[in-house]
């Protein structure tokens, strides 16, 4: 079942923050985050694989809540290149055959 | 070291030709994913291999559409007899191995007029 988004899209100021939600009515695994600019292909960001965890560099982080099944990035004193699609992806089952449901996504734009 | 490669980067057919997508993965890297994604939607699963096995095609039409991964040489995303609805960008994407991150390619935009 797909992951769900929010928000759907968002505007931002450059040096604002800005946080994206990941949930899932099922069971979360471990939670890919990516980044898309238009015409390009999907960039990888972090990868959480235990509840609890938390990544981050460069001002981008996540952190990854097993028992609500939610995952959240946070992008903090948000730059231009920042902007694109954020994707977050689950394996879509336990077992973990490599295959990644991706939620519908959440565009972000900064504007100076 | 080069990241994924994937070829063509665009890709113009009638409909009813035949399709051929070409995915080289990272080196060292034996996993290989393909996802399809529409215009302004997002990535669906469509089929992941191993060198010469294919794991888990259950995101893939079972008409039409068949992948590939030779022991030599890249992955082959084939599609037959196209339709205007097949008309995407085809993302391939790599592993080292399951539940590792993946890293995609530059992706094949495919047209179908």
């Known amino acids: 079942q797909q992951p769900v988004q929010s928000p759907q899209a968002v505007i931002l100021r450059e040096g604002e923050d800005a946080v994206i939600n990941c949930s899932s009515s099922k069971a979360l695994y471990s939670v890919h985050w990516y980044r898309q600019k238009h015409g390009e292909a999907p960039v990888f960001l972090m990868i959480?694989?235990?509840?609890?965890e938390q990544k981050g560099h460069d001002k981008i982080s996540a952190s990854f809540n097993e028992k609500k099944q939610q995952s959240s990035l946070y992008l903090t004193a948000s730059q231009l290149s920042y902007s694109g699609t954020y994707f977050c992806g689950t394996p879509s089952g336990r077992s973990n055959t490599g295959k990644l449901i991706f939620g519908q996504g959440t565009t972000l734009q900064v504007k100076p | 070291n080069a990241g994924v490669m994937q070829n063509p980067r665009h890709l113009v057919r009638r409909r009813g030709q035949e399709a051929r997508l070409r995915c080289s993965p990272m080196k060292g890297h034996s996993h290989v994913y393909w996802y399809r994604q529409l215009p302004e939607e997002g990535l669906k699963f469509m089929v992941y291999l191993q060198k010469e096995n294919i794991i888990d095609e259950s995101g893939m039409p079972k008409e039409r559409f068949s992948a590939e991964f030779p022991k030599e040489g890249p992955s082959i995303l084939r599609i037959q007899q196209v339709v205007r609805g097949d008309s995407a960008a085809y993302f391939c994407a790599s592993s080292p191995g399951t539940g590792n991150e993946q890293f995609f390619g530059p992706g094949t935009r495919l047209t179908v007029l």
């Open positions: 959480l694989l235990k509840g609890g």
